[in-house]
């Protein structure tokens, strides 16, 4: 099975979604990415980890582990996700934003602090399997560029960001965290508010791709 980690004084706070306290330098020895903001430290998990919840025990490989962001302080969010690809760093090249391009870069800069958290982890998490750039579009949302299959619009109000993708929301089936409703002609749109939807939305995006 190969090295594992163990991480004492887990929470789960939803499902395949933990809360957990690891120190920036423990976070470091798992490899990091070049982008740091905030104080929450991000990992995304491409294994289902063991977790023992009644002595708040969660473990896994550091193979299986990516560092979406390196926060300043203790607090870490943990999400698991199923069949991802995760790009290899070296074959990388970021730029000071940590991101691969001007529009993904802008994109995240234009955020409000508040939201600017989760932002980066929908970004970190969709640029890990669908290469791409988001551009802004003269309605407010960021539209991904070569192919339009998804878009991305910050809602401040209520700290969220509205999702549109390709399709008609009967196909694709019944997402646990999110509620597909009609949008325009022959696209669906939903809201990502929390860490915890972020599988749903791989998960979505890949059906539109399939197609």
């Given at each position: 099975m190969g090295m594992m980690i163990s991480v004492r004084g887990v929470q789960?706070?939803?499902?395949a979604v933990w809360k957990a306290q690891l120190s920036p330098e423990e976070i470091r020895f798992l490899g990091t990415k070049p982008f740091n903001y905030g104080n929450l430290s991000i990992l995304l998990l491409t294994e289902t980890p063991p977790f023992d919840k009644e002595r708040g025990i969660l473990q896994f490989s550091p193979t299986n582990v990516h560092v979406l962001n390196l926060g300043a302080s203790p607090e870490t969010i943990i999400v698991e996700t199923k069949s991802r690809e995760i790009m290899q760093p070296e074959k990388e090249v970021r730029g000071r934003s940590g991101f691969l391009n001007n529009g993904d870069a802008n994109f995240i800069n234009e955020l409000p602090s508040f939201i600017k958290q989760l932002g980066t982890a929908i970004?970190?998490?969709?640029?890990?399997?669908?290469?791409g750039e988001l551009k802004l579009s003269p309605s407010g949302k960021y539209v991904e560029t070569p192919d339009n299959f998804w878009t991305i619009r910050p809602q401040p109000r209520d700290q969220s960001f509205r999702i549109t993708v390709r399709g008609r929301p009967d196909s694709f089936g019944n997402p646990k965290s999110v509620v597909l409703k009609h949008?325009?002609?022959g696209y669906s749109s939903f809201k990502v508010?929390?860490?915890?939807?972020?599988e749903d939305l791989i998960s979505i995006l890949h059906k539109v791709r399939k197609r």
């Open positions: 789960q706070i939803d499902d970004l970190q998490a969709v640029r890990t399997d669908f290469p949008d325009m002609s508010s929390n860490l915890s939807q972020i």
